[in-house]
């Protein structure tokens, strides 16, 4: 995009590796990713964060701050290069540097915790405010940041309305009570109610409340009002999974459609699927090439079949049966009624099918309350998409929407109802048929990524135990 001539940005090296030609003169700001000391002048490596690739500028000896500085400025350091584009002799660029000018902006010393050498994940992630400035993390905020607009095109193009439910909430939108208080009494001294449980109703808020598991029955409302909305943010859930699938914080997209069945939110949740791979393949090249060279040499043709091959469709009931028989040697034991394990997510959608797997009508008793109970009175219109490499990669169902099935729902719940009048009042004046669903954003990028650990594809990760930085 050019900017209007009053505007003058400092150029980024994206924009000088695709907008500049040899000849020209070019300022870039970054941070020193290696310098190579030769005879009569330096080669310094630059990053700026803008793409993956960097820069390289060969820095002369005779530049007046060369010996007390420049030979000095090791990898981290951040400076400013002025000098000409020039065709590159050497390998694996075009283009390079001829710097007449650098200024140094800050050096990084020696005890720099990140070496120009391959670090492992784990260790990456005790830096975790560095570790943007490495390629793998880097191309990971990219991706993140794409994907992100990515998500507000799809739904816009489709007249989806994107609503912001809160974060802050009294419901339990799963019903699994794995949340997360939100509370401004004292911890070592609350206010206690005559038969000595702690007073809620003289908490911030009036009442127990929490952070948001999803914003799915906000969402609802808003569908019963606006037709087509989705969400986009932060959930929470404080469900003690030490997986590298889980987070206690990660972002969901939870589209949610007015006379949608669940045939047409499964087509949605294809199309949206689909859709997302198609635009990381289109708009982030260079970072899929690293993930393909470095992390998973299939990931680039894996992301082209998703986008493009249609996904395989199954009844959980079918799935079962496809398990039992499959010879596998699982350590749960596949029978009707248990819930799908992720050694039997992985299992058909990796070797039964090898494609992504939308599996549909699940047992009543393992789904959450609010999915629409289907007439053979066992299943609920629920269905998942179970993805090579991850397993589950979204969960939506058809709600349901007949005021007495869903109060009577809760009842066997044990919910109490009180808590979801409003809920309830959706159905009450003027229900209509709707469904939705909620894909998890970190697992879409594990995906698109081919990275292997959930904590790696969020900047700053919350899981048990930790919440640093
Ligand atoms: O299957 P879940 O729990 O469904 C819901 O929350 C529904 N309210 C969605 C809806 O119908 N609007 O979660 C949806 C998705 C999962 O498929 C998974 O991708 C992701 O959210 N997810 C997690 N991702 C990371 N860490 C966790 N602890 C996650 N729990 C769920
Ligand atoms: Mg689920």
Not at 44 to 70: K, R
Request: hydrophobic share 35%; charged share 25%; net charge negative.
């Amino acid at each position: 995009m050019t900017q209007p001539h009053s505007i003058r940005y400092p150029l980024r090296i994206k924009d000088v590796l695709t907008a500049k030609a040899p000849g020209d003169d070019v300022e870039v700001c970054g941070w020193v990713r290696s310098r190579r000391d030769g005879k009569g002048f330096s080669f310094f490596d630059i990053g700026d964060g803008s793409c993956f690739s960097g820069i390289q500028a060969v820095v002369p000896s005779t530049l007046g701050n060369y010996a007390a500085e420049l030979v000095h400025a090791g990898t981290g350091t951040s400076v400013r290069i002025r000098g000409t584009l020039v065709e590159s002799p050497g390998q694996g660029q075009k283009y390079e540097i001829a710097a007449a000018e650098v200024r140094v902006y800050g050096m990084a010393p020696p005890d720099y915790p990140l070496q120009k050498k391959a670090h492992s994940f784990e260790y990456l992630r005790e830096i975790t405010h560095l570790r943007p400035r490495t390629n793998a993390i880097g191309a990971v905020a990219r991706l993140r940041s794409s994907l992100s607009h990515a998500v507000h095109t799809f739904f816009g193009e489709r007249g989806f309305l994107y609503v912001h439910t809160p974060i802050i909430t009294a419901s339990d939108a799963e019903g699994a009570g794995e949340m997360f208080r939100v509370s401004t009494l004292d911890p070592e001294n609350p206010p206690r109610t005559s038969d000595g449980r702690v007073d809620y109703s003289r908490d911030f808020f009036g009442r127990q409340a929490s952070l948001t598991v999803s914003g799915q029955l906000e969402g609802e409302a808003y569908a019963m009002a606006m037709g087509r909305v989705y969400t986009f943010g932060p959930t929470f859930r404080a469900e003690n999974s030490n997986t590298a699938r889980h987070l206690a914080e990660f972002w969901m997209i939870e589209p949610e459609a007015a006379f949608f069945r669940l045939r047409d939110d499964m087509d949605l949740a294809e199309d949206f699927i689909h859709s997302l791979c198609a635009h990381a393949l289109e708009h982030n090249t260079d970072d899929l090439e690293f993930f393909n060279k470095r992390v998973s040499p299939v990931l680039i043709s894996n992301l082209e079949s998703a986008a493009g091959q249609e996904f395989e469709r199954v009844s959980y009931t079918e799935a079962v049966k496809l398990l039992s028989k499959s010879g596998e040697n699982f350590q749960y034991p596949v029978s009707w009624g248990m819930d799908l394990q992720s050694e039997h997510e992985r299992c058909l959608t990796e070797r039964i099918f090898k494609r992504p797997v939308i599996v549909y009508d699940y047992p009543k008793e393992i789904k959450a309350f609010y999915m629409r109970q289907n007439d053979d009175g066992k299943t609920v219109g629920a269905m998942d998409i179970l993805v090579p490499g991850i397993g589950e990669l979204v969960g939506g169902s058809e709600r349901e929407d007949r005021v007495d099935a869903l109060s009577a729902r809760m009842k066997e719940r044990g919910l109490d109802e009180a808590k979801y009048e409003w809920y309830l009042d959706l159905r009450k004046y003027g229900g209509a048929p709707h469904a939705g669903f909620g894909l998890g954003f970190e697992r879409l990028l594990l995906f698109v990524t081919g990275m292997q650990n959930i904590r790696d594809v969020i900047p700053f990760p919350r899981y048990p135990g930790n919440a640093g930085f």
